[in-house]
C-alpha cells in the first residue's frame, strides 16, 4: 500500500479465546478429541436448551415485527420491561430511554470505549477481560490502566493500589468493574463495591459495570447490581442474555444508565454512544422480542437455579483438583463459570515440554511456542492442548503479568469433569518436571 493503514499498535491486540481454537481445530484433525474449556458457551458443552424456552423463541419468528428493525435504542416493551426488573430493587431509577440495546456485549464495549476521548481513560482491573482491555487500549492507544486483584485474597480488588491510580492519574474518567467477575470467578462484596462508588463520587469519575453473570452466583456467595449503590453517580451496566439464558448466538446485550442527566458531560458522552449506535440502524430484533416471555416464564426460574447448582458441583470439583498442585496459587470460583489460575512465581521456564507423538503437531506447537516474546504460559497451554486435547487460555492474555490459565466450568458430565482435572493436575506434574 502507499500508506501505512493500521493503526499503531493494532496488530498486537489478540483475543487470546479464540486464537487457540485455529491451533486446537488443526490438532483434532490428526485424531485428537479436545475438551473445548477456552470459551465461556454453554451450547459448545452441551448445554441443553428447555423445549419451554425453544417454543417462545419460534412462536415469535412467526410474527412480521420480529423480521423488522426495530427503534434504535431496542424494542420498546422490551425495554420497559427491563427497566421494571431495575425499578423494583429500590436502587437508581430510569426510563426505557436510559437503555439501548447492542449486538452482544462486544458491541456495547466498543462503542464505550470507541465514543471517548483517547486522552480520557478507564481504570480497569488486572486480569481482565480481554474485550475489555483491547476496547479500552485501542481507543487511547495506549496499555491499560489497571488496579490488581489479589489472587492471594479471593482475586478481591487492592482498594490502595485502585485509589491511587485515580489519585495521581488525572486522565482517569471511569472505574471499570465485571461482577462477578471473568476470568476469576470473584464476586465483588457489597462493601468493596460501596468503597469504589466512594472513590468514584469524590475523583467525579463514572462507573462501567459490566454485570453480564450478575445472576450467576454460588457457595454462599452474595453481591448486588451497581444500580442498589450508585446514589448519584453516573454510570453505565453492561447486561445481557448470552449467559444467562443461555443464548450466545443471540449477540443480545444492552446497557442501563444511570443518572445520565446529572452531569453534562457523562450526557454528551451516551448522546454520543446512541448516535454511533444509529448509524447501524438498530440491534436485532427477535432475541429482543422473545426476553420479557423468557425471562417472565414460570419456568425460568427453576431452570437457572440448576444450571446455577451445576456451576458450583463444577466449580468445587476443579477447585479441590487444582488445589492439590502446590505450585498453583488457586481461589475458589464463587461466580460466572471460569477460574483463573495462577502458577506460583518462577514455576514456569522457556525449556518445559509435553511429549507430542505426532510430528506435524509437534512442529506446530513448537513454531508457536519459540517465537520471540512467548509467555512461558502459553508455551504451557499449547503443550498441553497438543499432549492431552485440553483447550484453556493462558492468563497473561487476560492483561496481566501472572502467568497460568483460565479454564470454564461449563462441563455437564461430573465423571469427565473429574477425568479432565485428573489429567490436568498429572499434566502440571510432567511438565514442570522436565
Not at 423463541?57 to 431495575?86: K, N, Q, W
Not at 444467562?244 to 448466538?249: A, C, F, R, S, Y
Not at 440448576?306 to 498442585?325: F, G, H, P
Request: charged content about 20%; glycine content about 6%; some cysteine.
Amino acid at each position: 500500500m502507499r500508506n501505512d493503514i493500521v493503526a499503531p499498535g493494532a496488530g498486537e491486540l489478540t483475543y487470546e479465546i479464540r486464537n487457540i481454537v485455529t491451533v486446537a481445530e488443526k490438532v483434532q484433525r490428526f485424531g485428537v478429541k479436545i475438551n473445548w474449556e477456552n470459551i465461556g458457551d454453554p451450547i459448545v458443552k452441551g448445554e441443553l436448551i428447555p423445549v419451554w424456552m425453544k417454543e417462545i423463541v419460534a412462536a415469535e419468528a412467526m410474527h412480521d415485527d420480529s423480521y423488522a428493525y426495530c427503534p434504535t435504542r431496542g424494542v420498546l416493551e422490551t425495554r420497559e420491561f427491563v427497566c421494571g426488573i431495575t425499578n423494583r430493587r429500590g436502587g437508581a431509577q430510569i426510563n426505557p430511554d436510559d437503555i439501548i440495546f447492542f449486538n452482544g456485549l462486544g458491541d456495547a464495549i466498543a462503542k464505550l470505549y470507541g465514543n471517548l476521548r483517547p486522552e480520557s481513560r478507564v481504570l480497569m482491573p488486572s486480569p481482565t477481560y480481554t474485550t475489555h482491555s483491547i476496547g479500552e487500549a485501542s481507543h487511547a492507544n495506549a496499555i491499560p490502566v489497571c488496579y490488581r486483584l489479589k489472587p492471594e485474597d479471593n482475586w478481591y480488588p487492592d482498594m490502595v493500589d485502585l485509589e491511587n491510580h485515580v489519585k495521581y492519574n488525572p486522565q482517569i474518567s471511569g472505574i471499570m468493574i465485571i461482577n462477578p467477575d471473568n476470568p476469576t470467578g470473584m464476586v465483588y462484596p457489597v462493601e468493596v463495591l460501596k468503597q469504589i462508588v466512594v472513590i468514584a463520587r469524590t475523583y467525579d469519575l463514572f462507573i462501567i459495570a459490566d454485570e453480564v453473570y450478575n445472576n450467576i452466583v454460588y457457595n454462599g456467595e452474595y453481591t448486588v447490581p451497581i444500580s442498589d449503590l450508585i446514589g448519584d453517580v453516573p454510570a453505565i451496566a453492561l447486561k445481557g442474555i448470552s449467559k444467562e439464558l443461555p443464548w450466545p448466538g443471540s449477540r443480545c446485550g444492552w446497557i442501563e444508565v444511570y443518572n445520565g442527566e446529572r452531569d453534562q458531560r457523562f450526557k454528551k458522552f451516551v448522546n454520543a454512544i446512541l448516535s454511533s449506535k444509529m448509524n447501524e440502524v438498530c440491534s436485532t430484533t427477535l432475541p429482543q422480542r422473545c426476553l420479557p416471555a423468557i425471562m417472565s416464564h414460570p419456568n425460568y426460574k427453576i431452570y437457572l437455579e440448576e444450571r446455577i447448582a451445576r456451576y458450583q458441583r463444577m466449580s468445587n470439583i476443579t477447585y479441590n483438583a487444582l488445589k492439590k498442585v502446590p505450585q498453583l496459587a488457586v481461589s475458589r470460583t464463587n461466580g460466572a463459570f471460569y477460574m483463573a489460575v495462577p502458577f506460583r512465581d518462577g514455576v514456569l521456564n522457556d525449556r518445559q515440554t509435553l511429549p507430542i507423538k505426532n510430528p506435524e503437531v509437534r512442529a506446530l506447537v513448537e513454531g508457536i511456542v519459540n517465537a520471540p516474546g512467548v509467555a512461558p504460559d502459553k508455551r504451557f497451554v499449547y503443550y498441553l492442548l497438543a499432549n492431552t486435547g485440553i483447550c484453556v487460555v493462558p492468563l497473561s492474555s487476560f492483561n496481566t503479568n501472572l502467568l497460568g490459565f483460565r479454564v470454564t466450568l461449563l462441563e455437564r458430565d461430573e465423571a469427565e469433569c473429574n477425568r479432565i482435572y485428573r489429567t490436568l493436575t498429572d499434566k502440571i506434574s510432567q511438565y514442570l518436571a522436565t
